[in-house]
Structure formats: C-alpha cells, structure tokens
C-alpha cells in the first residue's frame, strides 16, 4: 500500500468544526481525493487537490502540503447529515488508480 | 436513472460456489474499477480495466477475475467463493482525465 493515514474515528458537536487529518507518501504524487461516505451506501466525492493550498466549497474546505505529504478535510457549521466516514485517496504516478485510507468515521452529536 | 448501476445487490451464497457481480455504467467512461471494502481496511482495488481491451490486476486479485464486455459493463466473478471473500464490493468508473471516480451503489456479498 501507499501508507495512507488517518484517524479512525472522531466525534463532535453539531454545528462545530471538525478537521480530519491525511498523510501519505510523497513518492509520484498526483493528487488527492476526499470521499463521504455514508453507512451502506457508494462513496461521493467531495473534493481534489494537486496544488498546494485551501479549496473551499460550502462548508467544507480541503487543504493540501505536497512536500509534508499533508493533507486535511475541514467540516464546518457541522449538522446531522454529516456523520458519516471520510475517505482520503491519493492518486500516485498519473496512472489514474486510487489508493485509500481507512477511512475516519465522524459522529455528530445534539 | 442512477449513472453506474450495480446487480445484485445483495447476495448470500455457499462456499465453492460460483458468483458473477455485475456493473453498468451509462456515463460514456473509459476506465472502470472494482473495489472491496471491508470494516476498518478501506477500499481495496481489485482489477481496473482502462478501455475494453485492457484488465489490470489491482492489489487484491487473487481469487477473482474480470470481464469487460463493453466500454459500458464490466463484471467481477468469484470463480469458488470463499468465506473471507464476504465483503461490500464496488464498482467505479472514470474518464480519461481520472480526476474523479463514480461509485456504484455497492453489493453486499455474503459467502457461508
């Protein structure tokens, strides 16, 4: 594998911040992948970085450091719907296959 | 309509059995994938076939093989199912760009 971490779970509070953490190996990086997934159900994508920065969209923002091999998910104002599991990919070597992370499972609670 | 389609379901079936998953798309991609996805491992890559007349084994193929009938279907089958085969399988799809995949809706296999 391409040793992608990130936590297992986290929990939070409804409308609260949540920050998901991704490191990966920096060998033949092409660009990373954020996927939600809700339980029984197809991941959906949710955002892609290649370039080093912050993509926002909505309430969720995704950041990207190719040289620290860092990346993290920032959920914001967090609802219900949210809790789910988030997927970190990461595209190595423009061969257009995804490796994944474990995913972390998030818990929103009232 | 749902872009990528998945059949079946669910399935329930017996050891040394022969299984055959199947994957339509109506997306017009090229590329298509077939992932398992077990609790606490993530989803692992099978085989990817990148037009018709390319199969790539993934990380995991041992036990399985696919077939790429057309640009719009692609299907995984478990030659004699076994046990740790029971997992969530699903298919992908992708244009030639690969900048996102497309996720069927899944199929729960069980083999007893």
């Known amino acids: 594998g391409q040793n992608i971490d990130q936590p297992t779970e986290m929990t939070a509070t409804e409308g609260a911040i949540v920050q998901i953490n991704c490191t990966y190996q920096?060998?033949?990086?092409?660009?990373l992948f954020w996927y939600q997934q809700h339980a029984g159900e197809a991941p959906t994508f949710l955002s892609y970085?290649?370039?080093?920065g912050l993509e926002e969209k909505g309430r969720f923002s995704s950041f990207l450091s190719r040289s620290k091999g860092y990346s993290y998910l920032l959920l914001k104002e967090l609802q219900m719907k949210d809790s789910a599991s988030y997927l970190c990919?990461?595209?190595?070597?423009?061969?257009?296959?995804?490796?994944f992370g474990a995913g972390t499972t998030v818990t929103v609670r009232a | 309509d749902a872009d990528v389609t998945q059949t079946p379901r669910n399935r329930i079936t017996k050891t040394g059995k022969r299984i055959m998953l199947e994957c339509s798309q109506t997306?017009?991609?090229?590329?298509m994938y077939w992932y398992r996805q077990d609790p606490g491992l993530g989803l692992r890559l099978i085989y990817y076939?990148?037009?018709?007349?390319?199969?790539n084994k993934g990380e995991i193929s041992d036990g399985y093989s696919v077939s790429r009938q057309a640009q719009a279907k692609f299907s995984l089958s478990l030659e004699s199912a076994i046990p740790n085969q029971t997992a969530l399988y699903f298919c992908?799809?992708?244009?030639?760009?690969?900048?996102?995949?497309?996720f069927g809706p899944g199929t729960r296999l069980t083999v007893l």
């Open positions: 992908a799809t992708s244009d030639l760009l690969g900048n996102e995949q497309f």
């Open positions: 920096t060998s033949g990086f092409n660009g």
């Open positions: 970085n290649v370039l080093d």
């Open positions: 990919a990461v595209s190595y070597s423009n061969d257009y296959k995804l490796s």
């Open positions: 997306k017009g991609h090229d590329r």
């Open positions: 076939s990148f037009d018709v007349k390319d199969i």
